[in-house]
């Protein structure tokens, strides 16, 4: 069927289609409000926290899209937009940084710091989407921007250092996660030795992320909060790092079954893989794309063979 009906072709069954609608138009409108407080804003502060807004407004409707069945082929080219937002909204928050310094000496010298924080739900939650869907994409490209952002954060967090394993020489493994679990339990399936037992730390991560999302300022529960305009703070409920886990371990998931579980784009990610195609390619280090991919998924202490 060409085109399938919205109810047959949406990856989750909390959306319907004047849901979609609603809250697409409302997001859309969202951002032209904060494009002009950007260009009105009389600070540095308030341009960092426009920039941060349009960063995640951006990135929500791409997965709205995803939510709504939207074809994978046609969202994966506008990942690096939303990956130049979040460069600006870090961009600006430097420049915050330096100007609060300038003001405080007494705090020390600007040292360079990525702006989101792994020790806050959001940020971290927010940031191991925007670079698992990345990978999950093989868009190498936006992959090494957002490692060379984080490289303030290196050495800290044990699930970010998994994910990027296969992309850095400097590989720094780690058994703890900065906010604990659930992400521990995801951590974990590098350190398991047998695939069965990897599945079911998988499936027990799925389970346990949704209830430990409960704090997160924006979506938690967004389904349920419709406004009486008909939009609501829903863009559907991925957890794509254990998507790209299960990528980058190349495990069978053919027994996952669980809503936030994102099938789609991980069966998108392994035909490329299959077809040795790719988003984009890092053409900074173009050279070394072979040598990215072809440290191939085990269960050791890294993705490497």
């Avoid at 419709?226 to 609501?232: Q, T």
């Avoid at 035909?271 to 991919?293: C, P």
């Amino acid at each position: 069927m060409k085109n399938p009906p919205f109810d047959d072709r949406r990856r989750q069954q909390f959306l319907c289609r004047q849901l979609y609608e609603k809250t697409l138009e409302n997001s859309r409108a969202l951002l032209q409000v904060q494009l002009r407080n950007k260009e009105s804003a009389e600070c540095a502060g308030d341009t960092s926290l426009a920039c941060h807004f349009l960063y995640l407004e951006n990135f929500w409707i791409w997965m709205l899209d995803y939510t709504a069945g939207v074809p994978i082929e046609e969202l994966a080219p506008r990942l690096s937009d939303i990956v130049d937002r979040f460069s600006e909204w870090n961009e600006a928050d430097q420049h915050q940084q330096k100007k609060m310094l300038s003001q405080y000496p007494e705090y020390g010298p600007y040292k360079y710091r990525a702006a989101p924080n792994f020790g806050d739900l959001s940020d971290y939650e927010d940031t191991l989407q925007l670079l698992s869907v990345a990978i999950l994409l093989r868009d190498q490209r936006s992959v090494m921007r957002i490692i060379r952002i984080f490289r303030s954060h290196r050495g800290q967090d044990g699930l970010f250092e998994q994910l990027i394993g296969a992309y850095v020489d400097d590989e720094m493994p780690l058994d703890t996660c900065v906010l604990g679990q659930p992400y521990e339990t995801l951590l974990q399936t590098v350190y398991e030795g047998d695939e069965g037992a990897t599945q079911t730390l998988i499936k027990k991560y799925l389970k346990q992320w949704y209830p430990a999302m409960k704090d997160h300022p924006r979506w938690y529960n967004g389904h349920l909060r419709i406004s009486d305009e008909g939009y609501a703070p829903y863009y559907g409920y991925w957890a794509f790092e254990a998507g790209a886990t299960v990528f980058l371990l190349d495990l069978d998931d053919s027994s996952i079954d669980h809503f936030a579980y994102p099938t789609d784009i991980v069966a998108y990610g392994r035909a490329l893989r299959e077809e040795n195609r790719y988003t984009s390619i890092d053409m900074t280090a173009a050279d070394d794309v072979g040598h990215v991919e072809s440290k191939q998924p085990c269960h050791d202490t890294d993705f490497r063979e």
